[in-house]
């Protein structure tokens, strides 16, 4: 890509070839492409005018506060990006449920972090948006898509005609997008993302040899936005709904021949287990991706049956982007449902916690990844960076090791180790060991210390149906599996299992409760 095109550039001109086609749909409207083109250009005059307009790449820190899935949110992502400007995600740090919002002093705090210039509203926001901008430090210039008041700059104003993109020089290593997520300790962290890599994002959709049709419930503010420009990059079109609901999601399957999802596991669990799910016609279904969790093996073979070969899963983090994969045809192989795919050629190495050196074939250790999709820096935490990011090598956090065929497998966080029975155990093995279960279809396990600080592994399980099997039953099942050692001290049965905004267990919630 020439260094003064972005990706915004990319996707404009690849659906300019079908300008009549409707490229974006969402709450019974829709966009053309030569509309939705139209507003990007015109938002981006309007905005690069506003902001100097002398021919370079802006300075400006656009932070976004819209309904999250909507043409809004993508339409002023696209133009602050187009004329360099640096994006803020405001809406939410859940990576799964859209409706998730951030509360007022977290917005606030991450505008003064950032230091944000421009806040870009919907007219649902713009009232929350005003009361932000009364508090916030520094002065914010409020901006949105036609006429929000007096003090709202309307970026539908601009003309498309006298902007030129290709004018604008945009420095590869400038910020692009600043995603924020709440991570294990549920303190936001700012994910920095530079133009090299958004670049590269939809680097894919440009080479797919098919238009995908994406319905994208997860939170375009996160990676379900990455995958909305790989998909309108391919020259194909996107549904948007502001949420998940399965029977909802199933209809517009068959309503609008869906191509491609994107899911987290208990969200394919939801679909599976859904009474139309029998009667759906999913057979326009290419490409369903799932991704944030672990998943139960004999769940996936379910799916299979039901969904056809069109199973990916994805092991990816904020901070690292994309890891590994498990293609279709993987998921035949009952051995390699257990495992998150093979990581790129060279992207992976697993690490010794202590000492840092590359740990053989087997060897437990950190997942730690370098590749081009990595972030740029936590924003506002150099300390926290330098930790994280080590001669160009983002250390995850995670442990797992790399099997003799190649395949990556998890083994939790490195905080998560739990030390019972007079060994250390990686909660995932015994996640996994319930999950093999075929009356199990979530399973968090985790650590709870008693008030002599002594740790004992209990664990939460969703089961299929209720009564499905019993809490002693599940214990001896384990037992079997791993060893009696591994068996947690307590087996709770749960409707539904407490989520993260990853859409994972949340484990410090289940070991709060516990305590309790």
């Given at each position: 890509?020439?260094?003064?095109?972005?990706?915004?550039?990319?996707?404009?001109e690849?659906?300019?070839?079908?300008?009549?086609?409707?490229?974006?749909?969402?709450?019974?409207?829709?966009l053309?492409?030569?509309?939705?083109?139209?507003?990007?250009?015109s938002a981006?005059?309007?905005?690069?005018?506003?902001?100097?307009?002398?021919?370079?790449?802006?300075?400006?820190?656009?932070?976004?506060?819209?309904?999250?899935?909507?043409a809004?949110?993508?339409v002023?992502?696209?133009?602050?990006?187009?004329?360099?400007?640096?994006v803020?995600h405001?809406?939410?740090?859940?990576?799964?449920d859209?409706?998730?919002?951030?509360?007022?002093?977290?917005?606030?705090?991450?505008?003064?972090?950032?230091?944000?210039?421009?806040?870009?509203?919907?007219?649902?926001?713009?009232?929350?948006?005003?009361?932000?901008?009364?508090?916030?430090?520094?002065?914010l210039?409020?901006?949105?898509?036609?006429?929000?008041?007096?003090?709202?700059?309307?970026?539908?104003?601009?003309?498309?005609?006298?902007?030129?993109?290709?004018?604008?020089?945009i420095?590869?290593?400038?910020?692009?997008?600043?995603?924020?997520?709440?991570?294990?300790?549920?303190?936001?962290?700012?994910?920095?993302v530079?133009?090299r890599?958004?670049?590269?994002?939809?680097?894919?959709?440009?080479?797919?040899?098919?238009?995908?049709?994406?319905?994208?419930?997860?939170?375009?503010?996160?990676?379900?936005?990455?995958?909305?420009?790989?998909s309108?990059?391919?020259?194909?079109?996107v549904?948007?709904?502001?949420?998940?609901?399965?029977?909802?999601?199933?209809?517009?399957v068959?309503?609008?021949?869906?191509?491609?999802?994107?899911?987290?596991p208990?969200?394919?669990?939801?679909?599976?287990?859904?009474?139309?799910?029998?009667?759906?016609?999913?057979?326009?279904?290419?490409?369903?991706?799932?991704?944030?969790?672990?998943?139960?093996?004999?769940?996936?073979?379910?799916?299979?049956?039901?969904?056809?070969?069109?199973?990916?899963?994805?092991?990816?983090?904020?901070?690292?982007?994309f890891?590994?994969?498990?293609?279709?045809?993987?998921?035949?192989?009952?051995?390699?449902?257990?495992?998150?795919?093979?990581?790129?050629?060279?992207?992976?190495?697993?690490?010794?916690?202590d000492?840092?050196?590359?740990?053989?074939?087997?060897?437990?250790?950190?997942?730690?990844?370098?590749?081009?999709?990595?972030?740029?820096?936590?924003?506002?935490?150099?300390?926290?960076?330098?930790?994280?990011v080590r001669?160009?090598?983002?250390?995850?956090?995670?442990?797992?090791f790399?099997?003799?065929?190649?395949y990556?497998?998890?083994?939790?966080?490195?905080?998560?180790?739990?030390?019972?029975?007079?060994?250390?155990?990686?909660?995932?093995?015994?996640?996994?060991?319930?999950?093999?279960?075929?009356?199990?279809v979530?399973?968090?396990?985790?650590?709870?210390?008693?008030?002599?600080?002594?740790?004992?592994?209990?664990?939460?399980v969703?089961?299929?149906?209720?009564g499905?099997v019993?809490?002693?039953?599940?214990?001896?099942?384990?037992?079997?599996?791993?060893?009696?050692?591994?068996?947690?001290?307590?087996?709770?049965?749960?409707?539904?299992?407490p989520?993260?905004?990853?859409?994972?267990?949340?484990?410090?919630?289940?070991?709060?409760?516990?305590?309790?």
């Amino acid at each position: 890509m020439p260094s003064n095109e972005t990706y915004v550039s990319q996707i404009l001109e690849v659906i300019s070839a079908e300008p009549e086609k409707v490229v974006l749909s969402w709450q019974d409207r829709t966009l053309t492409a030569a509309e939705l083109t139209a507003m990007v250009r015109s938002a981006a005059q309007a905005l690069h005018r506003h902001t100097g307009g002398d021919g370079k790449a802006t300075d400006a820190v656009v932070a976004v506060l819209t309904v999250t899935n909507t043409a809004p949110t993508l339409v002023l992502r696209y133009a602050a990006n187009l004329i360099g400007a640096t994006v803020v995600h405001l809406h939410t740090t859940n990576a799964v449920d859209p409706a998730d919002h951030l509360a007022a002093d977290a917005k606030l705090k991450i505008l003064q972090e950032t230091g944000a210039t421009h806040l870009a509203v919907d007219a649902e926001n713009v009232t929350a948006a005003r009361e932000l901008s009364e508090r916030s430090r520094t002065p914010l210039v409020l901006v949105g898509l036609g006429d929000l008041g007096p003090d709202v700059l309307d970026l539908t104003a601009g003309n498309p005609d006298a902007f030129d993109p290709a004018a604008i020089e945009i420095g590869l290593d400038r910020t692009a997008v600043v995603t924020y997520t709440s991570g294990t300790t549920g303190e936001p962290k700012g994910i920095a993302v530079d133009f090299r890599t958004r670049n590269g994002f939809i680097s894919a959709g440009l080479q797919m040899g098919w238009r995908s049709v994406y319905l994208a419930t997860l939170p375009l503010s996160h990676s379900s936005g990455a995958t909305t420009d790989d998909s309108l990059a391919s020259g194909g079109s996107v549904v948007l709904r502001d949420g998940f609901e399965p029977g909802d999601v199933l209809r517009s399957v068959e309503r609008h021949g869906i191509t491609r999802m994107l899911l987290s596991p208990p969200q394919l669990y939801m679909l599976m287990d859904h009474s139309e799910a029998g009667s759906a016609d999913l057979s326009s279904l290419q490409m369903v991706t799932y991704v944030g969790s672990p998943a139960s093996p004999e769940r996936l073979a379910e799916a299979v049956k039901l969904f056809g070969d069109v199973l990916i899963q994805v092991y990816a983090t904020s901070e690292a982007g994309f890891v590994s994969m498990l293609s279709p045809a993987e998921h035949l192989d009952a051995r390699l449902r257990t495992t998150v795919g093979r990581p790129m050629p060279g992207w992976v190495r697993i690490r010794d916690r202590d000492d840092s050196r590359v740990l053989p074939t087997g060897e437990t250790g950190e997942v730690c990844v370098r590749s081009a999709f990595t972030m740029s820096e936590y924003v506002g935490e150099p300390e926290l960076t330098a930790r994280t990011v080590r001669d160009g090598w983002v250390h995850t956090g995670d442990l797992g090791f790399v099997d003799g065929d190649g395949y990556l497998h998890l083994r939790g966080r490195i905080g998560e180790v739990i030390k019972t029975n007079g060994i250390k155990i990686h909660p995932v093995t015994v996640e996994n060991a319930f999950l093999a279960h075929p009356d199990v279809v979530q399973a968090g396990v985790f650590c709870v210390r008693d008030k002599d600080r002594i740790e004992h592994m209990h664990a939460a399980v969703v089961l299929r149906e209720p009564g499905a099997v019993t809490a002693a039953e599940l214990a001896d099942h384990v037992g079997a599996v791993i060893s009696p050692k591994h068996v947690p001290a307590k087996i709770g049965i749960r409707t539904a299992l407490p989520l993260t905004g990853a859409g994972k267990p949340d484990k410090a919630r289940l070991a709060a409760e516990a305590s309790v």
